[in-house]
């Protein structure tokens, strides 16, 4: 399983994705899920959650469709809408064939969000199905969570708005992420995370969270002991 998030700003697009792959108690490995495609005029980032397999095979064939001038790819769509236009139909035509030369029940989906901005639009993101079909965050719904999420969906809700800064919301991010390592195995350090500020086609605010890492560690444990403490403080039950 996994866990990753993405939130659509006013001011930008922030990520964060963990980075465990299981299939079983005893075969867990890490594969990063966030995977950032840069060129002069765009910053377009994607994460992927479902069947290893065919999230890998979806981000080799992207970056072999650059190697094809003739071909159609992430660096030559002309808005973000077309780039996930052209990722599901990556997604698609990859499990079509994957899904129809075995018989059984493996389940080959996956779900990918996709971010960033090409110069001339503004930032956006969008969540791509199994099927190929997507939607695209609004101001109203400014966030997207793939794999694992209900356990870091409550402290998104209470906190991130439109207008929330980007780093507060990547701090909102990495709570969300640290809940769910507490409470579901099959997600784990290290987090792949990154800050896009819009109009600034800049990838340098990318950073790989361990579990040695002091800012994660000091947040992790104010939140913990402000969540004791409060809950401490909270009105006696009188019914």
């Not at 060129?39 to 994460?47: M, N």
Request: glycine fraction near 8%; aromatic fraction near 8%; charge should be negative.
């Amino acid at each position: 399983m996994t866990y990753c998030v993405a939130m659509c700003l006013a001011d930008g697009v922030v990520f964060a994705s963990d980075s465990r792959t299981n299939a079983g108690v005893d075969h867990i490995a890490v594969f990063k899920k966030l995977h950032v495609f840069n060129f002069e005029d765009r910053v377009i980032v994607l994460q992927s959650a479902g069947n290893l397999a065919t999230t890998q095979s979806v981000i080799t064939l992207l970056k072999q469709q650059l190697q094809n001038p003739e071909e159609e790819s992430l660096s030559t769509v002309t808005s973000l809408y077309e780039a996930a236009e052209l990722v599901g139909n990556v997604v698609r035509g990859i499990i079509a064939r994957d899904g129809g030369q075995q018989q059984s029940h493996v389940n080959f989906g996956c779900n990918i969000l996709l971010g960033g901005q090409i110069r001339g639009e503004t930032h956006r993101l969008f969540h791509i199905y199994p099927e190929g079909n997507f939607i695209e965050a609004t101001p109203d719904t400014p966030y997207f969570q793939i794999g694992e999420s209900k356990y870091g969906k409550p402290i998104i809700d209470r906190i991130v708005q439109f207008n929330t800064p980007l780093e507060t919301a990547m701090q909102c991010a990495l709570i969300s992420i640290d809940s769910t390592l507490r409470s579901n195995l099959s997600v784990g350090l290290p987090l792949d995370i990154m800050i896009y500020q819009t109009n600034s086609f800049s990838v340098e605010k990318q950073y790989r969270i361990t579990e040695s890492h002091p800012h994660f560690l000091a947040l992790r444990k104010a939140w913990g002991e402000g969540l004791q403490k409060l809950f401490k403080d909270l009105p006696p039950f009188s019914p």
